[in-house]
């Protein structure tokens, strides 16, 4: 079982719709979660940490953490066709500073 | 603030051939990394350094790859001799560590291995 897993997608959405992106963890001593963009040929940016139970929001994203599914899911409302991208969560695993991906989802947000 | 540099952005060898990468941190962050991303995949840990010292290298193939990080600050990773396998991206990263943990990109060296 992989630590981290995301559905490899593509996820399709119309523009102006929420995007939903979600991601599973095996690893029960993981305590923050982060969220990535990486568009084609580009490097990871980050744009969600996440360290507690529940919603955390910025902007037209909010990241959700429920440690006790082992479930983490981002939310971006009003998609725009420049969220097109490759969404890569991330779990701090190893009892502390080590950061384990997923293979990542691909979005395209269609006009 | 400046970001993570890298350097080169792209590189072409032959098999058996070897190759160096550079790394500047983000000013400040004692934790550097550098990881494999091969197409398809997420970033996959190599090594963690902790100032001087590393901290994980469980992943890293030690027959023919070897970093460092001299003075706390830069660090090269090197692979001899290389193999189709390792045509990937190398992406270098660093943290302040505590309390957030939050890890920033370079922006990546393409290698490609033929």
Redesign the interface.
């Given at each position: 079982q992989k630590e981290?897993e995301q559905n490899?997608g593509p996820l399709s959405v119309p523009e102006g719709a929420i995007a939903s992106l979600n991601c599973t963890y095996s690893d029960r001593g993981s305590q923050?979660f982060?969220w990535?963009r990486q568009y084609s040929g580009?490097?990871?940016?980050?744009i969600m940490?996440i360290?507690s139970n529940g919603d955390k929001e910025d902007g037209r994203f909010t990241a959700q953490l429920n440690k006790a599914s082992q479930y983490v899911s981002l939310l971006i409302r009003d998609s725009q066709p420049s969220d097109s991208a490759t969404y890569?969560c991330?779990g701090?695993t190893?009892g502390?500073?080590?950061?384990?991906?997923?293979?990542?989802t691909q979005l395209k947000v269609e006009l | 603030e400046a970001g993570v540099a890298q350097s080169p952005r792209y590189k072409i060898i032959e098999k058996r051939q070897s190759v160096a990468f550079w790394c500047n941190p983000i000013s400040g962050h004692a934790t550097l990394y550098w990881y494999q991303q091969i197409l398809g995949q997420g970033p996959k840990l190599l090594i963690q350094f902790q100032n001087n010292g590393v901290v994980d290298d469980s992943q890293l193939p030690k027959d023919r790859f070897s970093a460092e990080r001299l003075k706390g600050v830069d660090s090269t990773l090197k692979i001899q001799p290389a193999k189709l396998e390792d045509s990937a991206v190398y992406l270098c990263a660093s943290s302040l560590g505590l309390p957030t943990y939050e890890q920033y990109f370079g922006p990546g060296t393409r290698l490609t291995v033929t």
């Open positions: 981290v490899s923050s982060f990535y580009k490097s990871p940016e980050l940490s360290y890569l991330a701090l190893g502390g500073n080590k950061l384990t991906f997923g293979t990542g | -």
